[in-house]
């Protein structure tokens, strides 16, 4: 099951490791946001929800997990990010359909994880890993 929500605390966790992550994020092509808390983009975050919750519906990967993954809407920080065992971090500041992808690209991080960490692969690799997976999955219902 996916558990969409909002906390002040991870706004302000993920605009800080941000700007920690900044270097690496800018070496490696990410894609980030750290506007003021007056220049963020104003959401009605019940509306976004009920969306992401009807675009991820769509997918047979996200009706059959098992277990819980809990994921953080937030206006900061990189697209897409995780913590295990079950933890995603996703950008808000995007259409419903793009942050219903990322949260399955994110969900697939956590799954791979330890299979990843096992085989000690680089980022790349890690990424192409967890990319070629994600194009197996997404296939609607539609």
């Known amino acids: 099951m996916v558990i969409l929500k909002h906390s002040f605390l991870i706004d ?13 994020l800018d070496k490696n092509g990410y894609y980030y946001y750290l ?7 104003k959401i009605n975050l019940t509306k976004l929800i009920k969306n992401i919750d009807n675009e991820l519906k769509k997918y047979a990967f996200i ?8 994921i953080f809407l937030s206006n900061y920080g990189a697209f897409g990010s995780f913590n295990e065992p079950n933890i995603v ?10 942050i219903s992808l990322t949260i399955i690209h994110e969900i697939i991080h956590l799954i791979l ?16 890993m967890v990319e070629k997976r994600f194009n197996e ?5 539609d």
């Open 12 to 24: 302000i966790k993920l605009l800080f490791l941000t700007f920690l992550k900044k270097s690496w």
């Open 35 to 41: 506007s003021t808390l007056k220049e963020y983009k």
């Open 63 to 70: 009706k059959n997990l098992k277990g819980d993954y809990i």
């Open 89 to 98: 971090y996703v950008n808000s500041q995007r259409e419903s359909k793009e």
């Open 113 to 128: 994880e330890k299979d990843i960490s096992f085989k000690k692969l680089s980022h790349e690799e890690k990424e192409r």
């Open 137 to 141: 999955l997404i296939q609607t219902n």
